[in-house]
């Protein structure tokens, strides 16, 4: 709203900074002053909700915005402590860009100025490196790291900017590699010797292992050939 009375040269009206000229109500500049007034006023209805219009009835067009500043922001110390609470307690989802999360910073930011709140770059690169996710730790920690010259916010945008591209190449490149327990069931498959090469360590004969020997509980007594090729 003050962006599109601003744009329209109409804002000068509405904070106080534009006087009503003195002089006769039939007079050019009283008449000019007026009309513009009555925009300003024109402007405002036109573009709050319904449930807004019971606050700009008022012909004066400096005490509706009076009244709607009294309403719509709340300056008192329980407003700015829920803000900077909130502020300080913004978390970044898995989902969020970087750009999203840059965003959502700076939106309470603004809701902070608002209220007569400074906030400082410092406060602002707090907000948005308390909130990531866990993996972002190893980033903080090499940002933390910058020398105090090099650290401004424009660096840390982007530097998170270039953290969420590596995450993502990361993500990217392992998804593209095989599954390590494919990759063993297979290694186990080409490494076992085939059953018709086997030698029984009991009976010397191929095509079993000891353990499946039919001569194991025979009651004949029989020695292991010594030319054979032995496997358990």
């Known amino acids: 709203m003050e962006a599109l009375l601003v744009r329209r040269g109409l804002m000068e009206y509405l904070d106080g900074s534009k006087a009503k000229p003195v002089g006769s109500t039939n007079s050019k500049a009283i008449k000019d002053f007026m009309k513009r007034s009555a925009e300003a006023c024109a402007e405002i209805v036109l573009h709050v909700e319904i449930s807004q219009l019971a606050h700009v009835r008022d012909p004066d067009p400096t005490a509706i915005w009076s009244t709607l500043e009294t309403v719509h922001c709340a300056r008192g110390f329980a407003t700015r402590l829920m803000l900077r609470r909130k502020f300080l307690t913004l978390c970044k989802s898995d989902e969020m860009s970087i750009q999203a999360w840059v965003a959502e910073v700076r939106h309470i930011m603004f809701q902070l100025q608002e209220v007569g709140v ?68 297979r290694a186990q498959h080409r490494n076992r010797t085939p059953l018709m090469n086997i030698t029984c360590f009991y009976c010397g004969e191929k095509g079993h292992y000891q353990s499946n020997c039919p001569k194991v509980n025979s009651t004949t007594s029989t020695s292991p050939s010594e030319d054979a090729t032995y496997a358990f």
């Open 118 to 185: 400074d906030v400082s770059d410092e406060d602002i690169i707090l907000a948005l490196t308390l909130g990531l996710p866990s993996s972002y730790k190893p980033f903080i920690i090499s940002l933390d790291t910058t020398p105090s010259d090099q650290f401004t916010l424009d660096y840390v945008f982007a530097c998170l900017t270039n953290e969420e591209a590596r995450q993502q190449h990361g993500r990217d490149t392992a998804a593209d590699l095989p599954d390590p327990s494919a990759l063993a069931t």
